[in-house]
């Protein structure tokens, strides 16, 4: 499973996250996380927590910076195909928490031409 999120900061679905991926690891499930941020601007004991159970990718890991566009205008950024298709091998389900973050699944999913299912919700 791949989820989709904003950043690691401290709050209620942030510790949820977090006892997820110990859980996953425990019962042996693959889990990634793709955090749409840079790792400073995540908490970074909630991060380096999290990353001893999944992997863990952030904004510079799959899109291109350019110098006009930012994580503002997400849809509209470059993406790494090579790195995109890395991040989406052997997910069987991806989840996010907005209708961008759906927006954003479905072009990444047309560029790599892969059918993965995906949940919306809280």
Same mark, same amino acid.
């Given at each position: ?21 110990? #859980?996953? !690891? @425990?019962?042996?499930?693959?889990? =990634? &996380?793709? %955090? *749409? ?5 995540? $908490? ?18 799959? #899109?291109? !910076? @350019?110098?006009?566009?930012?994580? =503002? &205008?997400? %849809? *509209? ?5 090579? $790195? ?39």
């Amino acid at each position: 499973m791949l989820i989709i999120y904003g950043c690691m900061k401290l709050g209620g679905i942030e510790t949820f996250f977090l006892r997820l991926a110990k #859980f996953s !690891k @425990k019962k042996g499930v693959k889990l =990634k &996380f793709l %955090l *749409l941020s840079e790792r400073s601007e995540s $908490n970074e004991e909630l991060i380096r927590e999290l990353m001893s159970y999944v992997d863990v990718y952030f904004y510079h890991d799959i #899109f291109v !910076k @350019k110098r006009l566009m930012n994580k =503002k &205008f997400i %849809l *509209l950024n470059s993406i790494n195909i090579v $790195n995109l298709n890395a991040l989406l091998k052997d997910v069987k389900i991806i989840h996010v928490t907005t209708g961008q973050h759906a927006l954003l699944v479905n072009r990444l999913l047309k560029l790599t031409r892969l059918e993965i299912p995906m949940i919306v919700g809280v």
